[in-house]
Every structure is written in C-alpha cells, then in structure tokens.
C-alpha cells in the first residue's frame, strides 16, 4: 500500500472489513471502512478528519495534539491499542466535539479551556479520561425534540478535575462503568461529579461517583427528566450525594430509580428530594453521612446538616425497599413537608450514638416507616431544601 503523498501527509489505508493492516491495532468492537493514520501534526489529524465519511475511523497519532477537533458524524476517532494519546485545548472551543454517531475511544484530554467533550445529537467514548476541563468535562445536548434522539454511550470513561464531569442536558446518556470525581469549581453550577437535566434520560451501571467540591448527582425534573441507576456508588463527596429536584413522576412511573447502589461518606444528605415525585430505591446502603454547614430557607442562616435521606418541600410517592440505612450524622430518614406516598419496607434503619432514627417533621400526610419522631413545635430539625443551580452555557 502507499502513501498518499500531498502538502499534508497522511497514510489512508482502504479495507474490507477490516480495521487497517496488522501494524494497526485498534480497539475491540471498532470495524472500519477507512482508516486514516495522519501524522503527528495537529493539522493533519483534522485535516484527515475533515475528509472521513460515515464509517471511516482516524487514528490519533501517539503524543500530545493541542488543536480544536470536530469529528463527523458517524466517524471514529480512536487511537492505536496500547498508544499514549493526550488531546489538549487551543482555545475556549470543546477540544473534540463529536457530531451525530461520531465515537471517541483511547485517548486522553488535559486542560481544556472550556468543555472538553461536546456530543450534539448522539455519540459513543470508550476507554477516555479526561482531567482538569474548565467547563464541562462532558456535554451531551439537544435543545429540542430529544426523546426521539438515539442514544450516547459512555464506557469505561474517567473524568477528573474539572468544573462539572458530565452533564446530560435533554439527550438520552447511558453511562457503564467509569468514575466522575474531583470536580470543582467556585462558580454557581460547579462543582458537580454528574447533571442530569432539560428533559435527559440518564442511565448509569457500576459507576463511581467520588470525591466531588459541591454534589456528586443533580437530577433536575425540568421537562421530565430522569435518572436510573444500578450499581453505582457515590461517595466520600463534599456536598449532598444525590439531589434530586422538581421530578413529576409516579411510584409505577419513577423519575429516579436506585438499584443496588451504595451512598457513603457524603455530607448534609446522601439521597435529598426537594418538590419532587416518583423516587424508588431497591435494595443498597445508605450510611455515614457527615454533618456540614448548609444553607437554609433563612437568608444567611446555616445548619450542621447530616442525614442519609431527606425528603423536602412536597416530596412524595418515595419508596424505600430492602435498603440499609445506618450510621448518619444527624438523621437516618429525615422527611420534612412530605406529602403522600413515603414509605420505608423490609430495610433496616440504625442509628449511631446520639443520631436519630426516622424524624418526620411539618407533615400531614402518613409516612409508612418504622419508629418515627415527631419534634414537636418549634423543635424540629433544622433543614436545607434549597433549589440548587443548573450549569449554564454549553
């Protein structure tokens, strides 16, 4: 085979079902119609990506490219198995933004100015980290019409460091495996390990959500939002664990749905609902949940907050099954302005040394769980049931 010699060198090898010669080894499950190798060149790749068709696949060259990429649609970019990739910014554009069926797999993304991964309509990334984005490590968006869009995939991916690791914004995301963690940020809407929001349908299995500045999971029920989880952790966050907000669901047809999932080590509340509908958690743990300085509905007044789940501002059609609940700061089961439909079954709810049980507080309406607490008037539990802020911007 030779090289297609022009003023920007770049090898194209033309296949038949297959991913490239021997000396091109790319990842599992990559077949390929084309596949470009451009050299090391921040502007032969994009050149080489500018001329890909649907099908084709790029391949990344080994070391550092510091240059703003689109990929087409239904284009791979990916890199040689086992080849050191690192992508960085050049500017405030998304250092890769991924158009409709485009993938992404074995590559590395550093200190992007801005967002690191845009996916317009849908996308797949495999096997990608990404650290210290300023924005968004990943954006999924759509603006209208979403719920018919296919969906995104995300396997094996790593977001580090940044303003908020991936925010699914009116698309449909299904996340397998991988870490969002360490985000932080001072501005409003930062801090975030994950955001699901504008009418998203977010799936996620097995993965970790650790060690994040503000929340690890906002769920904001704007446009019908939803989120289900299986398997996944969320721990040792400095802020709340999951957050949920405005859901309008059903307990036939929940919003937020946990399965299997364990929420440690986070602070103010591991699982905190606030005017939402249509909560189910299955099964998991729920515990050691630390106290911290919370916000409350008192302009510059704040609480030692620290409860493994609150239930705020009409929240309701919650149910709790087969969950452990156990060693929470303050509160096991908080429920604050409840309204109809919380229960708690066949779980078990132990508290540690001068923590309390089940509190229910300020609520009309009957919560089916065991040993409840009622503070009478004027004692109850001080609370923080803010609305939390959305990431602006893309």
Known sequence: ?????????????????????????????????????????????????????SGDCVVAPTGSTRQALTVPAGVHLTSQMGAAVELQSSGTDPVVRLSGGASLSGVTISSAAGVAVRIDGHATLANVKIDRAAGVGIVAWC????????????????????????????????????????????????GYGVVASHGAALSMEG?????????????DGASGTSTALTQVTVKDNLGRGIWAQGLVGTAATPKLTLDGCTLQHNAIAALGARASTGIRVQGGRIADTQLAPALTATPGVTAMVGDGVGVFE?????????????????????VDTGAAGVSFQLGTITQGSGAAGVVVQRTTATVDAPNITTPAAGNELPVSSLNIAVPTGP
């Open 1 to 53: 085979m030779r090289p297609n010699r022009q003023a920007i060198a770049f090898v194209v090898f033309l296949l038949a079902g297959a991913c490239g010669p021997a000396q091109l080894q790319l990842p599992n499950g990559v077949t390929c119609s084309k596949t470009y190798a451009p050299g090391s060149g921040a502007t032969e790749l994009s050149d080489a990506l500018s001329r890909a068709a």
């Open 143 to 190: 603006e209208e019409d979403c719920h018919t869009d296919p969906t995104s995939t995300l396997t094996d991916v790593e977001v580090t460091g940044s303003k908020v690791g991936l925010w699914a914004r009116g698309t449909n995301v299904t996340v397998k495996q991988g870490r969002f963690a360490e985000s932080d940020s001072q501005s409003l809407g930062g």
């Open 207 to 219: 993965t970790l959500i650790d060690s994040n500045h503000e929340l690890g999971l906002l769920v």
């Open 314 to 334: 009409g929240t309701g059609e919650l149910s709790m099954r087969s969950v452990t609940v156990e060693s929470n700061a303050r509160a096991q089961l908080l």
